[in-house]
């Protein structure tokens, strides 16, 4: 009865329109909802005794009842594909229309399901995720998942979800088709669609934030991480990390990062590089210690992005000394593939990292801190020659700018 009141609501709502294709789809609705207000009768009718005379009456009775579970089906059907027909939000037709093969695929369920009272083929589902190619298919999709849970609960007795694997791959159908409130709802705890909620579900939905630097989607996805309770890995770390830092927000980071460590999550060596690369910076000296005492803890030797971030930690703690020893030490241990690159990022540090992370200061602290690096960074690389390592870097790109670090 509830989805007849459902309907009746969308019947009054779409009659106060003028347009001919929401009348049309009103009268289909509305001749098809009597059945179901007419089993309800005939089923009260029954409880009441009124049909316990005579074989004819009660195979009337049944057929009748077959009858209406059809017109039911078709009713629900009718009022599944208008409500997606439209926008809720602008109240305008939409252009996505079922493709062919996903609308006989649901038919065919649903026909296994309402009429045969079956169970469908595993083969049909999977088929049906797979060939999702917009919105409109990824709605049918959900209905089927709904429907397939009521009849495994009821005439089955199963009482488990589906599968992660499958939970998994109808999070990447909804992302494929943009349908990402849909794919939100694969990650409750308790959901109508026999959906089991996992870390690996997460991790198509921030791939996607990722994709399109939606931080204001990332935020939403690990509050739904949060209250369903779903354990963080060290890929969330990682994607979450790399939206962070190309959206330039630290504080984000520095949330989610404590709430990683707070986890018990081992980060990985790019998740670590990324988060001391960003300290370094905008020159966040205690961040930095701290998170290098974290990589410290799992990892012995530095990669060239940590230890470069604790060299110019280092500078702007007035330690050119310091800072020359940890480069020492990273030409010491790095292949020689990647010797290049320590040349590469020596000269970065020189001319691009000093401008950037003055920037960042506070009006009153950019002075000082564009004295200590004039006065330090020079006194870094003169160190170097003498501990064995003769590196060509420009300074020009240092003395050139030097209006604006002083």
Not at 393 to 398: K, P, Y
Request: glycine share 4%; with cysteine; hydrophobic share 40%.
């Amino acid at each position: 009865m509830q989805r007849v009141l459902k309907a009746r609501q969308l019947v009054r709502v779409l009659r106060n329109s003028s347009s001919p294709i929401l009348l049309n789809s009103v009268s289909r609705i509305q001749s098809h909802c009597t059945y179901e207000s007419t089993e309800s009768c005939l089923n009260f009718s029954l409880r009441r005794g009124y049909f316990t005379s005579g074989t004819a009456i009660c195979g009337n009775y049944i057929q009748t009842k077959h009858n209406i579970q059809r017109n039911v089906c078709q009713c629900e059907k009718c009022s599944m594909m208008l409500k997606a027909s439209f926008s809720t939000e602008a109240g305008t037709v939409e252009s996505s229309v079922a493709t062919e093969s996903v609308k006989e695929l649901y038919d065919k369920m649903l026909k296994s399901v309402v009429e045969q009272r079956s169970a469908p083929p595993n083969a049909w589902l999977w088929s049906l995720i797979q060939s999702c190619a917009n919105r409109e298919d990824v709605n049918f999709l959900h209905d089927i998942l709904q429907r397939l849970r009521i009849f495994r609960l009821s005439n089955l007795r199963i009482h488990e979800n589906f599968n992660c694997a499958l939970c998994q791959d109808i999070t990447k159908a909804c992302v494929r088709v943009g349908a990402i409130d849909l794919g939100k709802k694969v990650l409750w705890k308790h959901n109508v669609y026999g959906l089991t909620p996992n870390i690996g579900s997460a991790h198509h939905l921030l791939l996607f934030a990722k994709q399109h630097n939606d931080v204001k989607l990332l935020v939403e996805i690990m509050k739904l991480v949060k209250k369903n309770d779903l354990n963080l890995q060290s890929g969330t770390a990682e994607i979450v990390f790399s939206i962070c830092s190309q959206t330039d927000n630290w504080d984000l980071m520095c949330k989610y990062g404590k709430r990683f460590v707070k986890a018990g999550v081992k980060l990985r060596k790019t998740s670590l590089d990324t988060w001391m690369e960003f300290a370094s910076k905008i020159g966040d000296v205690d961040a930095l210690w701290k998170i290098e005492k974290i990589r410290s803890e799992s990892m012995k030797e530095h990669t060239l992005a940590s230890g470069l971030s604790c060299a110019k930690a280092f500078l702007i703690d007035h330690k050119p000394g310091d800072a020359a020893a940890i480069i020492q030490s990273l030409n010491q241990t790095i292949p020689d593939s990647r010797r290049q690159n320590l040349m590469i990022e020596l000269q970065k540090l020189v001319a691009d990292w000093p401008l950037e992370v003055i920037k960042r200061q506070k009006d009153e602290k950019r002075k000082e801190l564009a004295a200590t690096l004039q006065h330090d960074i020079p006194a870094m690389l003169s160190a170097l020659p003498n501990m064995g390592l003769n590196l060509d870097i420009n300074l020009e790109d240092l003395t050139r700018k030097e209006g604006v670090l002083s």
